[in-house]
C-alpha cells in the first residue's frame, strides 16, 4: 500500500489549494479513504471522509461548506480542495485508508500572510 499526498504549500488567509493523494498497492475503488490533519504541537485531527463509491461524503463541523472531498477511483486519486482557508487550518494533512493503518507522508499546509 502507498499514498503519497501533494499539494501542499504556502497559502494567504482566505486562499485556495487543492491536495492530492495517489493511491497504489491496492483495490483503491473499494475502500472508504480519509483525510486527517496534525496541527503544531496538536494531536491528529479527522477532516473529511468519502465512501469507496463517492456517494456520501462527510466533514468535521469546522470545515463544512470551506473543504470539498472528492475521489477518482480511475485515477486512483483522492483530493481535498481548501477555500477560505485560515490560520486554523495550518497543519500537516494526511490521506488515510479506511482502518487507519495505512497513511501518506503528509503534506504541510500553512495559513498566512
Known amino acids: 500500500v502507498q499514498l503519497v499526498e501533494s499539494g501542499g504549500g504556502l497559502v494567504q488567509p482566505g486562499g485556495s489549494l487543492r491536495l492530492s493523494c495517489a493511491a497504489s498497492?491496492?483495490?483503491?475503488?473499494?475502500?472508504?479513504m480519509y483525510w486527517v490533519r496534525q496541527a503544531p504541537g496538536k494531536g491528529l485531527e479527522w477532516v473529511s471522509s468519502i465512501t469507496a463509491a463517492g456517494d456520501s461524503i462527510y466533514y468535521q463541523d469546522s470545515v463544512k461548506g470551506r473543504f470539498t472531498i472528492s475521489r477518482d477511483n480511475h485515477k486512483n486519486t483522492l483530493y481535498l480542495q481548501m477555500d477560505k482557508m485560515n490560520s486554523e487550518d495550518t497543519a500537516l494533512y494526511f490521506c488515510?485508508?479506511?482502518?487507519?493503518?495505512?497513511w501518506g507522508q503528509g503534506t504541510q499546509v500553512t495559513v498566512s500572510s
Open positions: 498497492g491496492f483495490t483503491f475503488s473499494t475502500y472508504w
Open positions: 488515510v485508508r479506511d482502518g487507519y493503518k495505512d
